[in-house]
């Protein structure tokens, strides 16, 4: 889709709200299940597909790898990401996640987390990710789950009282293109088609 309303003063301001925008990634509700998954990072050379604030990208040099490449289509994100590291082996490239192009088997890891639900063909990209990555290296990634995109609410259902009812999921299992409520008014986000 090649959308940004990072950029936006609305989405940013509220973005940079976020537990995980304060606090990292310990706030991030996904990031044990992905910690546990990334390699020894040791002399490797890593890829951050949508890389926000950094927080991914300053994890893989602190532990060691040689070279990470953070991309995103957000200057205010890629703004961020630099405020707070100015460490060499961190480079950030202002592109959309669809428009990488980089040299065959040029990294061991190539990650991304909540990016991917943003980007028209998951099949496409997934090419370009086989091409870049290492053969027998690791691509980890997290999306959204389909249960966040199904409505474009995206919140819960509650009583007069405003406690929760339960979690509307309504056209769940529908394809397509979906203009959601996150932050911001008008965000579109694609629910993928299987591979």
Known sequence: MKQNKYDTDEFFSAYKQMARSIHGLEAAGEWPVLKSLIPDLRNKSVLDLGC???WHCRYASEHHASSVIGVDISQKMLHQAQMQTSDPKIMYIHSAIEDINFTDSQFDLIFSSLAFHYIDSFQAFCNKIYQYTKRGRNFIFSVEHPM????????????????????????????????????????????????
Do not use: M
């Not at 819960?156 to 339960?166: A, I, M, P, Q, S």
């Not at 309504?170 to 397509?176: L, S, T």
């Open 148 to 195: 966040f995109t199904a409505r474009s609410e995206q919140d819960w259902y509650v009583d007069e009282h405003g406690e929760r009812l339960h979690w509307p999921v309504d056209h769940y299992q529908a394809e397509g293109i979906r203009e959601t409520h996150f932050l911001a008014k008008g965000v579109i986000k694609i629910s993928q088609d299987p591979l």
């Open 52 to 54: 926000g604030f950094g």
